[in-house]
């Protein structure tokens, strides 16, 4: 039995552990899971970054895109533009469904753990999905335009705004979900997802305790590099990285993982930076392909991972 | 020059409206809207009966129920009850996107009667359709079961229960919305239209300064009948009648109304209660076709009974 933490944001964090459930029981990973991207639209409540990894776990998923499901149509959004209405996030008529199940529940008094354990349940789920923080929890960007809510920066404005620095309103008082921090102390490995570290990992590490408990756990700890080629894999995380003075690189992630983690995962493409990585963060690098392309580039991927984790422990 | 202003519930109220609104320039037309079945559902404002009176007059309402729209789907909604969600209330694709619109503005700040005129301005409608107030008032109905908010009571248990007593949360606070009192005021024919006494007009009544200035314009005030032949056209004011103690017939309507109105307009099917409504009531009774099976039915029920008010003032 080899219990698994997963530390996750959205589409990347997803496709590992779509791998990662396939090679090990899934009743033997747990997903923490960013909220920082989570928003109110019309009176609902939205967590992008729980959907995506619940859609994809049960094979909803969109393929072309990595979020929203499979088979979507637009009917309310379209009327809704027609009324003049909100209509720059797109939320499909089945998507739809999701959030207001989850706002109906959430008025109700439920924690957003409890919601998210009923939903992937129902999905027939085995794994634990559980938002990081049953607590509020907001990214917000400070760009020239001034401070923007995460979905308005990323979704309305398209990510192009250059990032001088982002908070994560509700932090200091945020407390984990309930299996949190057990799942963290009880890990057998934790991963860090390839998932963007500012916008993604950060908003998880700031709840209270969690980077500490990440941090004092680190012989078991492995990130995977978002970062190939010095590109990201899907959104603006080579962009952050260079509007706030990193190495727009995998060694410009691994310095950011270097307090946290014992091994780090990076792709072939970089395999040259092997060695500076090593010397510079002191973490153990292992090389293997990261891109996610198919069901048995994500199992790879996840083995991998693991097995690094594991023989450094 | 006409004005009039139509106290009004939702689908008889709909009807009526529909007929008036042909029958004199759509801008001479007030629609003071009973909010009293307003609920929160998952986290979105559903204003029931200011949507049926808007679809009718835009003609977009479904022509087989009176309410919703024509053409509507349910995939969110079936969705929605394959998660476990609460699926008791229909809510379709098309329709849905007006909640969202509402809530989404009125999470905005944005006032209930603002957010009505904007929306019925999209749909290209010239009369004023408003809310009885933009404060919170909600219906609650006292039954066997307990204190039950009203579409619970409506909707979920099918108006099956006997109603002891009604109460209308709020009302003691609520102030008329900004154009009724105008509205009321200025009108040369105000008609309480052919909706529930207790669910629909009771409510609108029951706002801040609603019933006074209403009885102070007796003069110019008619109550059309929702009660044909000891029945109700739609809807549970029959049940409710004989519940409440009140008379099974167009004459326990009239009693009601007697204080508020000089004319009663009564379906020709019950016209031998005639002589027995003016000696008891002192309104001027003035019988007609009142069911609404057309157009042209609305139209001559319109036109009859403002022909009727304005002859009596």
Redesign the interface.
């Known amino acids: 039995m080899t219990r698994v933490a997963v530390l996750a944001g959205g589409v990347g964090a997803a496709r590992f552990l779509d791998g990662l459930v396939r090679v090990v029981p899934p009743s033997d990973v747990t997903a923490i899971v960013n909220v920082g991207d989570d928003m109110?639209?019309?009176?609902?409540?939205i967590s992008p970054d729980l959907d995506t990894i619940t859609y994809t776990l049960s094979d909803l998923v969109n393929p072309e895109t990595g979020w929203g499901l499979r088979g979507e149509?637009r009917?309310?959004?379209d009327?809704?533009s027609?009324?003049?209405?909100?209509d720059w996030f797109m939320i499909g008529?089945?998507d739809?469904?999701?959030h207001?199940?989850r706002?109906?529940r959430?008025?109700a008094g439920d924690t957003l753990s409890d919601i998210t354990r009923?939903?992937t349940a129902?999905l027939g789920l085995e794994c634990v999905i559980t938002p990081v923080t049953d607590d509020r929890l907001r990214t917000v960007v400070c760009a020239d335009a001034g401070e923007l809510a995460f979905q308005d920066y990323f979704v309305r404005r398209r990510a192009s705004d250059a990032v001088h620095s982002l908070r994560f309103d509700g932090a200091e008082s945020a407390q984990p979900a309930p299996f949190v921090r057990d799942a963290l102390a009880s890990a057998d490995a934790i991963v860090i997802a390839p998932s963007n570290p500012f916008l993604s990992i950060d908003p998880l590490l700031s709840v209270s305790g969690v980077r500490e408990l990440v941090r004092s756990s680190k012989h078991k700890v492995a990130a995977v590099s978002p970062i190939i080629g010095g590109q990201a894999v899907k959104g603006p995380a080579a962009d952050i990285l260079q509007s706030l003075g990193h190495d727009v690189s995998a060694l410009g992630v691994a310095r950011i993982y270097a307090e946290l983690a014992n091994v780090f995962i990076l792709d072939q493409e970089d395999a040259s930076l092997a060695p500076a990585i090593e010397t510079e963060t002191g973490m153990r690098v292992v090389v293997m392909p990261t891109l996610m392309i198919d069901v048995d580039a994500k199992m790879a991927l996840a083995s991998g991972t693991l097995k690094a984790v594991l023989d450094a422990a």
């Open positions: 109110e639209w019309a009176g609902l409540h149509s009917r309310t959004l009327r809704l027609e009324l003049g209405g909100p008529d089945l739809l469904a999701t207001l199940y706002t109906h959430l008025s009923d939903l129902r």
